[in-house]
């Protein structure tokens, strides 16, 4: 199976879950994922002011 297809199945069973929860459920969810989203991009964020950051030696 290649990346494609297992990122098509995992998409395909995320919106099957999603579908299958009550709005309450579903408003959760979308809470939790951009919640993920945001501590994600922070993480990012400082990984790139590390990297960019001057090292000392």
Do not use: C, H, W, Y
């Not at 459920?25 to 945001?38: N, P, R, S, Y």
Request: hydrophobic share 50%; no cysteine.
């Amino acid at each position: 199976m290649t990346r494609g297809d297992v990122s098509a199945d995992r998409t395909a069973e995320f919106r099957m879950n999603f579908m299958a929860l009550d709005e309450n459920g579903q408003d959760a969810a979308l809470i939790m994922l951009k919640a993920l989203e945001f501590a994600q991009s922070v993480l990012n964020a400082d990984k790139i002011t590390l990297a960019d950051a001057p090292q000392d030696v």
